[in-house]
């Protein structure tokens, strides 16, 4: 018998936070037993649980309701965010039974969205019931281009003019002429390889069409609902059309228009000022949260964003539009990815507050990452989940059974909140890990906010650091969740279960989440029928320089009395019979992590890659590093994906993510 080799010591990685870019790196570093045989993963978060922004709690005293940062939907464009579900929710194999056993018990078609109009001081509903199809999000074969997407595009314009919801346009469209020029338009997009020099035949088409167009618009068109919305979206559209050739879109890549915001770009590209001030466009913006500040009067978004972000969301969806999830996000993605990681020999620091990143004295590497213990435990390990209704599930607060009883008891006391880094507890103990010793590299999965805190010497020692810092703005949001006793008929919504946004402001989107009221512990006698989560932005003041417990409960105060007075001024146009709620939540995201990363135009050059940190054993993760794609799940899941395969060198076939056109420094150094 040959001698065993000797086995090679697992290299260390150290995960800073766990949220969807955290968490998505350490699957995609101990997901398989050859990777486990080489990677030894740690996560240090703050608090109690994991998610970050997409976290959601249990509240045990208020019949286990679930409590969300803010309402979340996913986009059926997703590829690589329902591919980590798919093979977590697969290896994971949960027992018949169990309320979210499968990714599609998870996660649920939802094609109905409700923009909401103002017309003439009053608002009116315009619901989009969004075609189903047959495809699974996560799985087919290559993405369209973007010549792709734009002759899908011209198609849809063409179609669209010739059944036009009103016959005087129809009738327009059907002349010789016009009819030819459609035509026309669409086959030499659909016959030409665009290489930057021969579009100006399908752009003059396009001149002539928009001379058409708008020549057709009528007062009498206009304020007939079905024509007018029809005329806003193809007058979006074309902007689009014209805007992507004029500007070389498709040739010179998604990023040349960057600079611009969208709207002001869909403007200098003909889009007129009906289609620039309509709902779509102003839900669009507050499905990004896009007010720079989080003031409603200064919506600005990279139409570079934007753009790709829509291309997909429209052109791309699999399944249906958006996919609504069947509990709050905490139990359903974060509860199975964090058994999952924990099966896969993942260790779990709860309660470790991230307070610097430490670099060497050259810059070139990490040297060390200070923490600070928040608590101490009774036993070696925090078992974070409950189980409710059958489901492994995140409480709201700490199990403080678990902590030490002398801490736990202060900590109560106090009042303390263990997510909130200005919060009057100053934990328990420092920890230091170190390069070499306590790890061979580093994943940053903490968000930008918390920069200047954490990353303050990366700051101070790297320009690049400092440029991605100053010009990458982090918003406050707030969310609202009300339940009522009856269902949405009697609160006098008849549309079925929908998607709302660009309506008033500062909680423009909502959705009905009573889907998830049967894994919610209510008394006998006392169910609520229905439950709508409401979303929006929040002003945002400059954070305190030292600890101050009391800027949380003051922008929790903030948000509610905005939630209060929003309420009275916009309830009663979507819900008019609706009574006195049953419960009611109110959270401001007010904390330096917690606060949403905006895309702001020119900002994108700005950000680092996974693997650009310029440290050479840090990799980066999270919806702020350049993915090409906007804030949401999908990029902060891409994110934790490049990270990984920038430190084990495996192929993740990862979708969606655009090359940095700015990247201007060498890639980290990989562990495998
Ligand atoms: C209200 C709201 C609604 C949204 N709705 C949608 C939606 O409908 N669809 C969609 O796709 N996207 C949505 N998004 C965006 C999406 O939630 C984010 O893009 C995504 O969750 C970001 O993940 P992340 O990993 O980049 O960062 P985060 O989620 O911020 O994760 C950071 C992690 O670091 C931890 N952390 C912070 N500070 C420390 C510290 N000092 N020490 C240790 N750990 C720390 C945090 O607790 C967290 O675990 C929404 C965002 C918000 C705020």
Same mark, same amino acid.
């Given at each position: 018998?040959?001698?065993?080799?000797?086995?090679?010591?697992?290299?260390?990685?150290?995960?800073?936070?766990?949220?969807?870019?955290?968490?998505?790196?350490?699957?995609?570093?101990?997901?398989?037993?050859?990777?486990?045989?080489?990677?030894?993963?740690?996560?240090?978060?703050?608090?109690?649980?994991?998610?970050?922004?997409?976290?959601?709690?249990?509240?045990?005293?208020?019949?286990?309701?679930?409590?969300?940062?803010?309402?979340?939907?996913?986009?059926? #464009?997703?590829?690589?965010?329902?591919?980590?579900?798919?093979?977590?929710?697969?290896?994971?194999?949960?027992?018949?039974?169990?309320? %979210?056993?499968?990714? +599609?018990?998870?996660?649920?078609?939802?094609?109905?969205?409700?923009?909401?109009?103002?017309?003439?001081?009053?608002?009116?509903?315009?619901?989009?019931?969004? =075609?189903?199809?047959?495809?699974?999000?996560?799985?087919?074969?290559?993405?369209?281009?973007?010549?792709?997407?734009?002759?899908?595009?011209?198609?849809?314009?063409?179609?669209?003019? #010739?059944?036009?919801?009103?016959?005087?346009?129809?009738?327009?469209?059907?002349?010789?002429?016009?009819?030819?020029?459609?035509?026309?338009?669409?086959?030499?997009?659909?016959? +030409?390889?665009?290489?930057?020099?021969?579009?100006?035949?399908?752009?003059?088409?396009?001149?002539?069409?928009?001379?058409?167009?708008?020549? +057709?618009?009528?007062?009498?068109?206009?304020?007939?609902?079905?024509?007018?919305?029809?005329?806003?979206?193809?007058?979006?559209?074309?902007?689009?059309?014209?805007?992507? %050739?004029?500007?070389?879109?498709?040739?010179?890549?998604?990023?040349?228009?960057?600079?611009?915001?969208?709207?002001?770009? %869909?403007?200098?590209?003909?889009?007129?000022?009906?289609?620039?001030?309509?709902?779509?466009?102003?839900?669009?913006?507050?499905? /990004?949260?896009?007010?720079?500040?989080?003031?409603?009067?200064?919506?600005?978004?990279?139409?570079?964003?934007?753009?790709?972000?829509?291309?997909?969301?429209?052109?791309?969806?699999?399944?249906?539009?958006?996919?609504?999830?069947?509990?709050?996000?905490?139990?359903?993605?974060?509860?199975?990815?964090?058994?999952?990681?924990?099966?896969?020999?993942?260790?779990?620091? /709860? #309660?470790?507050?991230?307070?610097?990143?430490?670099?060497?004295?050259?810059?070139?590497?990490?040297?060390?990452?200070?923490?600070?213990?928040?608590?101490?435990?009774?036993?070696?390990?925090?078992?974070?989940?409950?189980?409710?209704?059958?489901?492994?599930?995140?409480?709201?607060?700490?199990?403080?059974?678990?902590?030490?009883?002398?801490?736990?008891?202060?900590?109560?006391?106090?009042?303390?909140?263990?997510?909130?880094?200005?919060?009057?507890?100053?934990?328990?103990?420092?920890?230091?890990?170190?390069?070499?010793?306590?790890?061979?590299?580093?994943?940053?999965?903490?968000?930008?906010?918390?920069?200047?805190?954490?990353?303050?010497?990366?700051?101070?020692?790297?320009?690049?650091?400092?440029?991605?810092?100053?010009?990458?703005?982090?918003?406050?949001?707030?969310?609202?969740?009300?339940?009522?006793?009856?269902?949405?008929?009697?609160?006098?919504?008849?549309?079925?279960?929908?998607?709302?946004?660009?309506?008033?402001?500062?909680?423009?989107?909502?959705?009905?989440?009573?889907?998830?009221?049967?894994?919610? +512990?209510?008394?006998?006698?006392?169910?609520?029928?229905?439950?709508?989560?409401?979303?929006?932005?929040?002003?945002? =003041?400059?954070?305190?320089?030292?600890?101050?417990?009391?800027?949380?409960?003051?922008?929790?105060?903030?948000?509610?009395?905005?939630?209060?007075?929003?309420?009275?001024?916009?309830?009663?146009?979507?819900?008019?019979?609706?009574?006195?709620?049953?419960?009611?939540?109110?959270?401001?995201?007010?904390?330096?992590?917690?606060?949403?990363?905006?895309?702001?135009?020119?900002?994108?050059?700005?950000?680092?890659?996974?693997?650009?940190?310029?440290?050479?054993?840090?990799?980066?993760?999270?919806?702020?590093? /350049?993915?090409?794609?906007?804030?949401?799940?999908?990029?902060?899941?891409?994110?934790?994906?490049?990270?990984?395969?920038?430190?084990?060198?495996?192929?993740?076939?990862?979708?969606?993510?655009?090359?940095?056109?700015?990247?201007?420094?060498?890639?980290?150094?990989?562990?495998?």
């Amino acid at each position: 018998m040959s001698p065993e080799a000797p086995r090679k010591p697992r290299k260390r990685v150290a995960i800073l936070g766990g949220g969807a870019a955290a968490m998505t790196a350490a699957h995609y570093m101990s997901r398989t037993p050859e990777l486990r045989e080489r990677l030894e993963v740690t996560v240090y978060q703050m608090g109690w649980r994991l998610g970050g922004k997409g976290a959601s709690g249990r509240n045990l005293a208020e019949s286990a309701r679930i409590e969300e940062h803010g309402l979340h939907v996913w986009g059926g #464009f997703y590829y690589n965010a329902f591919r980590l579900m798919q093979e977590c929710y697969g290896a994971l194999d949960r027992p018949p039974g169990c309320p %979210l056993r499968t990714w +599609t018990d998870a996660f649920q078609k939802h094609p109905l969205v409700v923009w909401e109009e103002l017309v003439d001081g009053q608002w009116r509903h315009w619901p989009v019931e969004t =075609p189903l199809n047959d495809g699974v999000p996560g799985t087919g074969g290559e993405d369209p281009t973007l010549w792709q997407h734009l002759q899908t595009l011209i198609g849809w314009i063409k179609n669209s003019i #010739f059944v036009f919801p009103h016959e005087d346009v129809r009738a327009a469209a059907a002349a010789p002429d016009t009819a030819a020029l459609l035509h026309g338009v669409h086959a030499e997009a659909l016959s +030409t390889t665009p290489d930057g020099t021969n579009h100006h035949g399908i752009l003059s088409g396009l001149e002539r069409l928009r001379g058409w167009f708008h020549g +057709t618009l009528q007062d009498h068109i206009w304020r007939n609902d079905e024509a007018r919305r029809m005329y806003i979206l193809l007058d979006l559209a074309q902007a689009v059309v014209r805007g992507m %050739l004029r500007d070389g879109v498709p040739w010179r890549g998604i990023m040349c228009i960057d600079e611009h915001d969208f709207a002001e770009w %869909l403007g200098r590209h003909g889009a007129t000022s009906g289609a620039l001030t309509s709902a779509p466009l102003r839900g669009y913006y507050d499905y /990004f949260f896009a007010y720079a500040g989080g003031d409603a009067s200064q919506p600005r978004i990279s139409a570079a964003i934007a753009l790709h972000h829509l291309l997909r969301l429209v052109g791309e969806y699999k399944g249906a539009l958006f996919w609504k999830m069947g509990s709050g996000m905490g139990d359903a993605a974060f509860g199975p990815l964090y058994e999952l990681c924990r099966r896969n020999g993942v260790r779990f620091r /709860f #309660f470790h507050e991230v307070k610097e990143l430490v670099p060497d004295g050259g810059s070139r590497s990490l040297a060390a990452v200070r923490l600070r213990r928040q608590a101490d435990l009774k036993r070696a390990e925090y078992q974070p989940l409950v189980t409710i209704a059958g489901l492994p599930s995140w409480p709201s607060a700490p199990l403080y059974a678990q902590i030490v009883d002398a801490q736990a008891a202060e900590i109560q006391r106090r009042g303390a909140n263990l997510e909130d880094p200005l919060t009057d507890w100053d934990g328990v103990a420092d920890v230091e890990l170190q390069a070499g010793r306590d790890f061979d590299a580093v994943v940053l999965g903490i968000s930008i906010g918390a920069f200047p805190q954490i990353c303050a010497r990366l700051i101070a020692a790297d320009p690049a650091w400092r440029a991605m810092a100053a010009n990458l703005p982090a918003i406050q949001t707030q969310a609202l969740q009300l339940w009522w006793p009856g269902d949405a008929g009697s609160l006098g919504w008849d549309m079925g279960n929908a998607t709302g946004t660009g309506y008033g402001q500062p909680l423009e989107s909502w959705s009905d989440m009573s889907p998830v009221l049967p894994l919610e +512990t209510w008394p006998a006698g006392s169910k609520p029928g229905t439950v709508i989560y409401f979303c929006g932005i929040m002003d945002t =003041p400059e954070l305190p320089q030292r600890r101050d417990p009391g800027f949380l409960a003051g922008e929790t105060g903030r948000a509610d009395a905005r939630a209060a007075d929003w309420a009275r001024q916009y309830l009663p146009h979507l819900y008019p019979r609706a009574g006195a709620p049953l419960a009611r939540y109110v959270r401001a995201n007010c904390t330096p992590s917690e606060r949403y990363v905006l895309d702001l135009p020119g900002t994108n050059r700005y950000r680092l890659e996974a693997d650009t940190s310029g440290l050479d054993n840090l990799a980066l993760a999270g919806d702020w590093i /350049f993915t090409g794609q906007g804030g949401a799940v999908e990029s902060a899941i891409t994110a934790g994906m490049l990270a990984a395969q920038a430190l084990t060198g495996e192929d993740l076939r990862i979708r969606g993510a655009l090359p940095s056109p700015w990247r201007r420094r060498p890639s980290l150094r990989r562990l495998l």
